[in-house]
T-cell receptor, first 113, second 112 residues
Framework: AQSVAQPEDQVNVAEGNPLTVKCTYS??????LFWYVQYPNRGLQFLLK????DNLVKGSYGFEAEFNKSQTSFHLKKPSALVSDSALYFC???????????WGAGTKLIIKP | DGGITQSPKYLFRKEGQNVTLSCEQN?????MYWYRQDPGQGLRLIYY???????QKGDIAEGYSVSREKKESFPLTVTSAQKNPTAFYLC???????????FGPGTRLLVL
């Protein structure tokens, strides 16, 4: 069965420091992996996705994510955090042959000035 | 201005009442989705539609109904059979069911 785990409910980072939001997944075939961000009372915004190719994927707002097949992980990263990055971040996965996205529970990212 | 719109932003339901949430997209996407979001949980799929006049149940379809009469519209009805409807409802669309999903701003449903 497909599954996604975001092991941290909340991540606290000081402004200007690097940030990492963790995501691990389980699928039986090749994964399609996604990161979305949600600001309070808003819809989800697409950040980036991994389909195939380079393991390091660059996305919107300076975010990037690294696909690690051996560790079945797809951690979201940013070299220098901004206060405006504070939001709820969701990781999602689906198999190549499957329509349905499986969602993590979300990680609340708090960037302190 | 292209995108996905949802209305209303807030909706109040009385006991035993059916309510309908609107979702419209002008992205010319074939596939549309309805999700429910509860605090501390990931999104759960209610229904999805890959083409006009066709839709399938997701993981939590009980107490909900949909229609897809037009490509750009995918309304969701929360029926009186849904005993715990209070949640944030998100509509999404994609250009084919295997492509990236894009989301509307959401509707928050509250029970009076």
């Amino acid at each position: 069965a497909q599954s996604v785990a975001q092991p941290e409910d909340q991540v606290n980072v000081a402004e200007g420091n690097p940030l990492t939001v963790k995501c691990t997944y389980s699928v039986s075939g090749n994964p399609y992996l996604f990161w979305y961000v949600q600001y309070p009372n808003r819809g989800l915004q697409f950040l980036l996705k991994y389909i195939t190719g380079d393991n390091l994927v660059k996305g919107s707002y300076g975010f990037e994510a690294e696909f690690n097949k051996s560790q079945t992980s797809f951690h979201l990263k940013k070299p220098s955090a901004l206060v405006s990055d504070s939001a709820l971040y969701f990781c999602a996965v689906r198999e190549f042959s499957n329509y349905q996205l499986i969602w993590g529970a979300g990680t609340k990212l708090i960037i302190k000035p | 201005d292209g995108g996905i719109t949802q209305s209303p932003k807030y909706l109040f339901r009385k006991e035993g009442q059916n309510v309908t949430l609107s979702c419209e997209q002008n992205l010319n996407h074939d596939a549309m989705y309805w999700y429910r979001q509860d605090p501390g949980q990931g999104l759960r799929l209610i229904y999805y539609s890959q083409i006009v006049n066709d839709f399938q149940k997701g993981d939590i379809a009980e107490g909900y109904s949909v229609s897809r009469e037009k490509k750009e519209s995918f309304p969701l009805t929360v029926t009186s059979a849904q005993k715990n409807p209070t949640a944030f409802y998100l509509c999404a669309s994609s250009d084919g069911h295997q492509e990236t999903q894009y989301f509307g701003p959401g509707t928050r449903l509250l029970v009076l």
